[in-house]
């Protein structure tokens, strides 16, 4: 019933900027917190950003502040990650998450996630 599909990703230069797009359906997407992750096969997966239900509060990873923003459309059902000045280390597969509350909540996993896209940041 719920599903997420996020979209967007490619190859990318150092510095460049690339915008993700996660399109939501099955749930009622302007009553839940959503979030990005991102994973690299072989190493743990690492929270990225989070942002309530109304759009008015988020919170990001220290390794990413000042570079990515994180909004959403609750009339279109679509989240996004508008990501600037992108680096080599930015290189993961990226998923969207729908949280279980509509307020951010720090350290708890999303119930349900999207298949992923690659960001590729290479010369």
């Known amino acids: 019933e719920v599903q997420l599909q996020a979209s967007g990703g490619g190859l990318v230069q150092p510095g460049g900027s690339l915008r993700l797009t996660c399109a939501a359906e099955g749930f009622t997407f302007g009553n839940y917190a959503m979030t990005w992750v991102r994973e690299v096969p072989g190493k743990e997966r690492e929270w990225v950003a989070v942002i309530n239900a109304s759009g008015r509060t988020t919170d990001y990873a220290e390794s990413v502040k000042g570079r990515f923003l994180v909004t959403r459309d609750n009339a279109k059902n679509t989240l996004y990650l508008q990501m600037y000045r992108l680096q080599p280390d930015d290189t993961a597969v990226y998923y969207c998450?729908?949280?279980?509350?509509?307020?951010?909540?720090?350290?708890?996993?999303?119930?349900?996630w999207g298949q992923g896209t690659l960001v590729t940041v290479s010369s």
């Open positions: 998450g729908k949280q279980r509350e509509a307020f951010v909540v720090i350290g708890v996993s999303a119930d349900v």
